[in-house]
Structures are given as C-alpha cells and as structure tokens.
C-alpha cells in the first residue's frame, strides 16, 4: 500500500495562489491515477482532479481553467497548482492513489491539508 503525505496548504485571499504537493511512497507511482479530493465542512468529499498514469487528466466543473494537476514520475509526487482561489475552494484537501481497476474514491490516502481562501 503506498503512503501518501501532502502539505502546501494555508491561508490566502480570494484570487490568490496556492500549490499543493502530495509525496509518495513505493515504486511504483507511475502506475498509479493519482487524484485530488476535497471535503469542505458538512459536505461530502468530492473529486476535485486526478491523473492517470498516461497523463490523461479530469477535473470538475468548478475548478477548471484555475486549477492544473500534474505529477513528476521520478520524484513521485503528484501537485495541485490552484489559481484565481474562491472563497468556496475552503475545505481539507486529500491525496488518493489508486491502480487503475479500483474505482474513483477507492485506494490509498493521506492525512489531508487544509485550505482557507478568505474574501
């Protein structure tokens, strides 16, 4: 099982920047989708973008054009660059790892970072 650890996250204002990084253990990340997940207070965790091992990436609505993920296979870590914040991309963000045939949500996670966009 492979170990996540994130950090990057804090405090800023609305329109500010922030990039998150998620460090992994193992090796085999270049085989794994990597994702970004977020769950904001009382709400659900939701997907905010993941990578494949290809390179293919998805994201939801609310964050494209802001934000880009990426991974660097020979650091084996995943980042979330997250520009132009909103007072709504306030939550814990999370690290998933997964092997291909897992489904979405499934696999490994980190402890969480925190991101607060203030107004």
């Known amino acids: 099982q492979v170990q996540l650890v994130e950090s990057g996250g804090g405090l800023v204002q609305t329109g500010g920047s922030l990039r998150l990084s998620c460090a992994a253990s193992?090796?085999?990340?270049?085989?794994?989708?990597m994702g970004w997940f977020r769950q904001a207070p009382g709400k659900q965790r939701e997907l905010v973008a993941d990578i494949t091992s290809g390179g293919s990436t998805d994201y939801t609505d609310s964050v494209k054009g802001r934000f880009t993920i990426s991974r660097d296979n020979a650091k084996n870590t995943v980042y979330l660059q997250m520009n132009s914040l909103k007072p709504e991309d306030t939550a814990v963000y999370y690290c998933n790892a997964r092997i291909a045939v897992l489904v979405r949500g499934t696999g490994s996670w980190g402890q969480g970072t925190q991101v607060t966009v203030s107004s």
């Open positions: 193992g090796r085999t990340f270049s085989s794994y989708t």
